[in-house]
């Protein structure tokens, strides 16, 4: 049974940093693109980022320049280092992988996974003004 688990949300102040991880554990972990989501309440669910095999990232324009995703594949764990923190980037985040190889493709390109996809249960991101 494949796991992701989230962890390094908290509150933050506007122009702040945060680290987010995720662990993956039984992930045939280098081998496929992870990625990176976000949901505020109302809004629909967003991709932030991806990562492939490669390293090769992707990144929404809303966080293009002050996100960074990466990759420990010795730990298997994928991060998310937030820069410059906005409100609006108050929101659940989410790390999620394709289950099938056949997703990999929008999962790097266009940071999308179907509903379907391994998710974690997420963690929270709250920035104040």
């Known amino acids: 049974q494949v796991q992701l688990e989230e962890s390094g949300g908290g509150s933050v102040q506007a122009g702040g940093s945060l680290q987010l991880s995720c662990a993956a554990s039984n992930y045939y972990y280098s081998t496929w693109c992870m990625a990176w989501f976000r949901q505020a309440p109302g809004k629909e669910r967003e991709g932030i980022a991806s990562?492939?095999?490669?390293?090769?990232?992707n990144y929404a324009d809303s966080v293009k320049g002050r996100f960074t995703i990466s990759r420990d594949d010795a730990k298997n764990i994928m991060y998310l280092q937030m820069n410059s923190v906005k409100p609006e980037d108050s929101a659940m985040y989410y790390c999620?992988?394709?289950?099938?190889?056949?997703?990999?493709?929008?999962?790097?390109?266009?940071?999308?996974?179907?509903?379907?996809?391994?998710w974690g249960s997420g963690t929270q991101v709250t920035v104040s003004s």
């Open positions: 999620a992988a394709p289950v099938y190889y056949s997703d990999y493709a929008k999962c790097r390109s266009e940071i999308k996974v179907p509903n379907s996809a391994y």
């Open positions: 990562i492939d095999n490669d390293g090769d990232t």
